[in-house]
């Protein structure tokens, strides 16, 4: 492996890492309103939230061009007030990874606060615990295991990203470019050696996330 590709497998890596850990804290949030909450609207940010599952990437890259823009409603303010740009650079590819894989990430979290027995809150509040230790002290270490185990889903989901990606983040070789669109320069040139080795290497890490989180699931105990 050359130096350029192994490079290449730590951006994608570290850009997939960053993106979970940006979405994860709007992730457990919406995750426990979803589940423990009954507020208008709710159908409607349920929908919103999974439309990247449903719609085609490039459609959701499409929309993140127009937000993050020069121009647009984020990219602008960004720009103008911080000298931040995101459009073709890392910050999209980042950005992108994390809007993609949110879905997943927050579907294995919700389902955690969903299977946390009512009794066990019940009686931290019947205590007089105030609502926000209740969450930190019982709600959030009982879906543990759920919350890992959603990381897992949607780094992985991550490191698989490429039509959001190109959209907005652009095919910039050593800048932009992750491990699936390297598969696809690779293709495209005709070198399928490297494409093949890349993808071997892409397989290797979604083996070990999936493998991961099913040890992360057969490790829960009973709930009491």
Not at 22 to 37: E, M, S, T
Not at 127 to 148: D, M, N, Y
Request: hydrophobic content about 55%; overall charge positive; aromatic content about 10%.
């Amino acid at each position: 492996m050359i130096p350029a590709d192994f490079r290449l497998i730590l951006f994608t890596v570290g850009s997939a890492a960053l993106a979970v850990m940006i979405a994860l804290p709007f992730a457990i949030a919406l995750g426990w309103l979803l589940a423990k909450k009954r507020w208008r609207g709710k159908t409607l940010v349920e929908a919103i939230v999974l439309l990247p599952l449903v719609v085609p990437p490039v459609v959701t890259g499409l929309v993140l061009l127009m937000l993050f823009g020069r121009n647009g409603p984020l990219g602008q303010p960004l720009e103008a007030w911080f000298g931040i740009e995101v459009i073709f650079t890392w910050k999209a590819v980042v950005i992108a990874m994390a809007v993609m894989s949110f879905p997943l990430l927050l579907g294995s979290i919700r389902t955690a606060f969903e299977e946390i027995p009512e009794p066990l809150e019940n009686a931290a509040r019947t205590l007089g615990t105030r609502p926000w230790r209740v969450f930190f002290r019982v709600s959030l270490p009982q879906a543990k295991r759920g919350i890992a185990s959603g990381v897992l889903l949607g780094f992985s989901r991550s490191l698989g990203e490429f039509g959001a990606t190109i959209m907005v983040a652009g095919f910039i070789p050593g800048v932009t470019e992750t491990l699936p669109l390297a598969i696809y320069r690779g293709v495209q040139s005709g070198d399928d050696s490297r494409a093949w080795m890349l993808a071997g290497v892409s397989v290797g890490i979604a083996v070990l996330c999936v493998a991961l989180r099913q040890w992360v699931a057969k490790s829960a105990g009973p709930r009491l």
